[in-house]
């Protein structure tokens, strides 16, 4: 399962054309940024089973969502953006992967396991792993953002 879940990523890497990031001349950063997280480029929330494997990815102006292979895209308006940006400015990017769940049911197939991943500057972020709808406190502000409809 993970296998399939790495080969997703690396294709949406090369059908979405992946472009350097170029820094302003003056060194300035964009509005997206703060001391703890830095520049965000997208969010992916995974949530797996053996039957299931559900990826939404979120970055400015777009929503995509995966359903067992079938991809979907939507737009995201700027507002909600701002909102999980603002969200995620709250974390320290360094210490998700330590925010520990409360529930343990994705190891006997009960809840779909889920992962929230961070991609900024260049880095990924990617949280330990927790039962759908019960992430760790530290994650439960960002993870109802991105699960809202």
């Known amino acids: ?3 399939c879940t790495f080969i997703f990523i690396i294709s ?16 300035t950063k964009h509005s997206t940024t703060s001391a703890k997280t830095g520049k965000i480029d997208k969010i992916q929330l995974t949530e797996q089973t053996r039957g299931t494997n559900r990826i939404f990815t979120f970055s400015p102006g777009s929503k995509i969502t995966s359903l067992n292979g079938m991809i979907s895209k939507s737009i995201l308006p700027a507002s909600d953006w701002q909102d999980i940006l603002g969200e995620v400015n709250t974390l320290d990017l360094a210490k998700i992967q330590r925010y520990q769940s409360t529930s343990e049911g994705r190891f006997s197939d009960r809840a779909l396991s889920s992962e929230i ?3 900024s500057e260049g880095k990924i972020y990617t949280s330990a792993s927790f ?13 109802d953002l991105l699960k809202k409809d």
């Open 131 to 143: 039962d759908e709808k019960v992430p760790p406190a530290e994650l439960k502000g960002l993870y």
């Open 117 to 119: 991943i961070i991609f």
């Open 1 to 3: 399962m993970k296998i």
């Open 12 to 27: 949406v890497f090369l059908f979405y054309h992946c472009s350097p990031q170029h820094q302003p001349a003056n060194n």
